[in-house]
């Protein structure tokens, strides 16, 4: 039986009720194409093999490929050895995949960021995370947890937390808890138009150092005067605007 590799960061999921809730809540059926990134030991890949047409598994750890491979029998499994990170996505032809995994926290920003990159491509998507990552995606402002990655997430998808894994139902058992969220994808919206771009600007000089007054961490790209004609308070600290507040600066720098 292969073993959970430490340097992958792998944590698979074991828990039969858990499967049933991430089942409920992705709802599939027999006209979705999926592609699954990590599948692991194959714990969510069978129970979405007979409800689905199709199913591109990416997964880089070549100790898991023989037990995957059974479930090419199927007919609709096609199973990719490498990291999610170099998958094309061109060679599917599908623009409107669903996507799944249990994300390795040592590579989730990554994985986002590779996912940002090929909205156009997902109808929509649902990942697991280490909780303090997932809560960071789906942060409002005015908390600690708000920072650069809510802002793109949010301005590029509606993201939903769904629910809260405990340890328990992994194997290893991580050291923290996880969270099951959903993202829809914002049409008309992309990782390379300029918002996004001038967004990722604005937010890497904002949360660069996040004691400081929006006005001031702001002034060699905006006075104190265009702010406040956005209605944006010039005193407040990064994490207080919200993502409309970064979205109406990074319009007015487009």
């Known amino acids: 039986m292969p073993k959970a590799k430490k340097s992958l960061g792998q944590n698979f999921l074991i828990d039969p009720l858990v499967i049933d809730q991430i089942i409920k809540h992705v709802n599939p059926d027999l006209t979705n194409q999926f592609l699954e990134i990590g599948p692991g030991k194959g714990a969510i890949t069978e129970r979405l093999i007979n409800t689905v047409r199709e199913i591109h598994a ?5 100790g898991l490929l023989k037990k995957l491979s059974q479930f090419q029998n199927n007919g609709n499994f096609h199973l990719h050895n490498k990291s999610i990170l ?4 061109d060679e599917m032809g599908d623009k409107d995949l669903r996507i799944i995994g249990n994300l390795p926290y040592n590579i989730s920003t990554p994985i986002m960021l590779w996912s940002f990159k090929n909205l156009s491509f997902f109808k929509d998507m649902h990942f697991m995370f280490q909780k303090e990552f997932g809560d960071r995606l789906v942060s409002e402002n005015n908390k600690k947890s708000f920072g650069r990655i809510s802002v793109i997430t949010q301005y590029l998808t509606k993201p939903k937390f769904c629910f809260l894994i405990e340890p328990e139902s992994f194997s290893p058992q991580p050291k923290v808890e996880s969270v099951f969220i959903r993202f829809e994808p914002i049409k008309g919206r992309s990782f390379d138009d300029p918002i996004t771009d001038k967004l990722q600007e ?3 000089i904002a949360f660069m150092h996040k004691r400081k007054m929006i006005g001031k961490s702001l002034q060699k790209i905006l006075s104190e005067n265009e702010l406040s004609q956005l209605n944006i308070d010039t ?5 207080n605007l919200s993502v409309k507040d970064y979205v109406k600066i990074a319009e007015m720098l487009a």
């Open 235 to 239: 005193k407040a600290r990064p994490e």
């Open 86 to 89: 170099d998958f094309e996505l």
């Open 202 to 204: 604005v937010t890497r």
């Open 58 to 62: 990416v997964e880089i750890d070549g």
